[in-house]
DNA sequence: CGATTCTACCGAAACGTTTTGGTAAATTGT
DNA sequence: ACAATTTACCAAAACGTTTCGGTAGAATCG
């Protein structure tokens, strides 16, 4: 039915592999009859089969992306950048979207074994050693986007400096007593968001020579319930705290439904800073740390594009900055401003 | 290197044919053969190559789907519904975002002529006839979401019923002088969302005998930004509505915002009703008509898998119906409030 | 018990490319 | 002008499956 090589080759008077070496524009073919192909290839309206290309040549122009949560904004501003990439390079972005543990599981044992991409881009989730190694024997380049590991070229932001520089803008502004509400960490290496995160809140109060109380510091969900579970638990606090640093903008998000709930004024009684930078920070306002979620992805493709040229090349671990904006949901504390 | 059907074929001790019959549990294979072959490929660990079996079998595996922005909060629950159905049938996702004109007529013509996805999703785009003709010329089922064309089955809500409900329950309220921000059309075909939405529009007020006024019809982006500026228009008239609804949540938004800054309290001052029902809607309390995103995606790909299996079934449309989510942007307007 | 049907299996053909080995013609060098 | 090299091209091999035609042997039937 469909128009192949041979008919080209067939109505140019020519054999199928200068056919084939006119499409991939190599070797020596001489002008004249190169455009005879050419003119034979428009007039037949012939497009060359991907698969049987792909048979032989071993590369199927797609790149995977195994991602949680299609639907979370930060994966959504990732992914956006991943696709803008792969598309400018030609290459196809076949996603993998894991809402649960046991798709997670199956993706990772089964897409070293089958050559449907030609690299992996993962993105908040952490391969075990084990996943990581087949990966490497099976010869299947990955790289790893907001996520680390020790096996595999990883792409993280500075979480520990983000997160400091989210405590100590809180510090300066006058606040003592500063919530943190933690996201549950996931990867199954030290080195994960969560972790890092608290290591630059801790910074930032051992700096400030602020005593740290283990009663201001809560574990939640990544998302909007965790950060309305946690608040309500912070603020409910004897001694509530006048500043609550999230985790996560959509914790943060929580954070001012419960202010709004228990009547308390953002930023006047109770400041508010997240993490992320996704679009809702803007719309409602919120001071947060940015990562710059775009720019991770269109990284991500570059760097599994190296690996797929030299497959040879080490696992690498690449730091970006994050950003504080300002907005609206910080301010001096009430104590503070009514002394002065 | 890695391992093949002829591996098997020859460990177990019989032909590649017999391991084929295995692997896709056709014809008549004896018991014993059969657990014998099973083991060897276990003992192997071989997995059949996917694009040597698409070679013959002509299935990919894999269905497309065009989306603009993916970024859009409606586009991504979209693609949630057609991941999760996708996945369940063990289907992969290919995607291919369309940011601009550009990019949606290079996958529109593109596509058809290489076989890279069985089927494909198109979401929010209208392909002209010409298109959808080659679509079916060349044997690619294609189902559009959000969409209209008359050559392709098509998904879409009821949109004049959505927007009729929206402006009835304005009415319903007291209000007489309604905005209505519409967002700029953009299909090829009469039938596209902006259009249907502003006869539901018309029929509500018709239905009420309220007179209908030029003035108060704005055509804007779909975005926040476009909320924003047709809202200060509207708000500066000078016999400015009590109440707007606009196409979107995210124009919708945009009023809400710059009814902050011009110091306009919701919805005492003026109520406001937006279109889809994004996760931000609830966020922000705002009073919508609810699409059925990601049942929109699983019912895309459950039709297009029909359209695979039997690819002589002729275009069909369905249509979904809206549910109005009252929340906090509507109520009376002020001036009856004061009355009663 | 001989003829017929069925079962289980084998091995080759096919899918549509790219790549490789080889060869005639064209070009270069002396 | 003849040998040596290069250029332009052809045709076959290869990629890893599924499917198809065929063939033994077993089972069924009269």
Redesign the pocket.
């Known amino acids: ?6 008919d ?2 067939r109505t ?10 006119v ?2 524009n ?9 455009q005879k192909v050419l003119q034979v290839i428009a007039q037949l309206k ?4 991907p ?3 792909s ?4 590369r199927t122009g797609a790149i995977g992306v195994i991602i949680p949560f299609v639907t979370r904004a930060f994966s959504v501003e990732v992914l956006r950048g991943l696709a803008n990439a792969a598309s400018k390079l030609g290459y196809e972005l076949v996603i993998y979207n894991v809402e649960e543990n046991s798709q997670r599981d199956h993706y990772f044992n089964q897409l070293p074994m089958r050559r449907r991409v030609d690299g992996l881009v993962i993105v908040s989730l952490t391969p075990d050693e084990e996943t990581a190694a087949s990966f490497l024997k099976n010869g299947l380049p990955a790289v790893l986007v907001d996520a680390y590991s020790p096996f595999l070229t990883s792409l993280v932001v500075n979480n520990v400096e983000g997160a400091y520089m989210a405590v100590k803008s809180l510090i300066e502004k006058g606040h003592q007593r500063i919530g943190f509400i933690n996201g549950i960490s996931e990867g199954t290496f030290k080195f994960n968001q969560a972790n890092d995160r608290l290591i630059g809140v801790h910074r930032a109060f051992g700096e400030a020579g602020i005593m740290y109380d283990p009663e201001l510091m809560v574990t939640a969900e990544w998302n909007r319930a965790g950060g309305q579970i946690a608040s309500r638990e912070l603020l409910s606090l004897n001694n509530p705290p006048t500043a609550i640093f999230a985790a996560s903008d959509l914790q943060a998000i929580g954070v001012l439904e419960t202010a709004r709930t228990l009547n308390l004024s953002v930023p006047e009684e109770i400041s508010v800073i997240g993490f992320d930078g996704v679009e809702l920070s803007e719309i409602m306002e919120l001071t947060t740390i940015q990562q710059p979620m775009q720019q991770m992805g269109e990284m991500g493709v570059a760097r599994l594009m190296e690996l797929v040229e030299d497959s040879k090349k080490g696992p690498e671990l690449i730091r970006l900055d994050t950003k504080l904006i300002e907005r609206r949901t910080t301010s001096v504390p009430k104590w503070l401003a009514s002394i002065k």
Chains 1, 2 share one sequence.
Do not use: H
């Open positions: 039915m469909a128009v192949t090589i041979y080209v080759a140019a008077g020519v054999g199928v592999g200068t056919v084939s070496r499409l991939n190599s070797q020596s073919v001489k002008d004249s009859t190169r012939y497009a060359p089969d698969i049987a290309r048979m032989i040549t071993g």
